[in-house]
């Protein structure tokens, strides 16, 4: 008697994305929005209710299917909003990004908004834009999970909020869906 068997190929292990994003801000008419952006592609999104002003700072962890050809991976600030005083005004202000271990700072990323060229990355994100990193500077750790790097959340925006200008243009908020 003949046994006619199949072999089953194993299903292509999917490496992760395990990103912690430490984050505050400036809350008016509604908290900052901001999302987890891969690749140029918004990967998901968190409400940011830590207060900047008090100091407060707040960890979003997002776990995502890693692309196989890993590009950028930033922090997009979706729905600026300003009333004509610095007091009415909504900001997101990020820390620093673990990726799978390795830490980011804002310093080492740069900034874009829909309106003015790319600028080195700074904490404060006063328009709405994306902040990114390029990930050859995960090294190894865009493919698997490493010991973490900590780094203290500390007020590293002294030098950014001293830059905000006191007037910006006002702007209607920009939304979008979460992407699962």
Known sequence: MAVNATQQT?????????VSVVVAGDAYLGDPQM??????????????SASHGSGQWQTVTFSVAAPANLQTIGVGFLNDAYGGSSTLDRNLYVDHIVVNGTALTPQQGTFQDPWDPASTGASGLYTQGTLSWNASLLG???????????IAAANQTAQTDAAHAVTELGCAPFQTASVA
Do not use: C, I, R, Y
């Open 10 to 18: 194993p299903a292509p292990v999917s490496k992760m994305l395990n």
């Open 35 to 48: 999302a987890l952006v891969v690749n140029g592609q918004q990967v998901g999104t968190a409400d940011v």
């Open 140 to 150: 190894n750790s865009s493919t698997g999970s490493s010991g973490e790097q900590p």
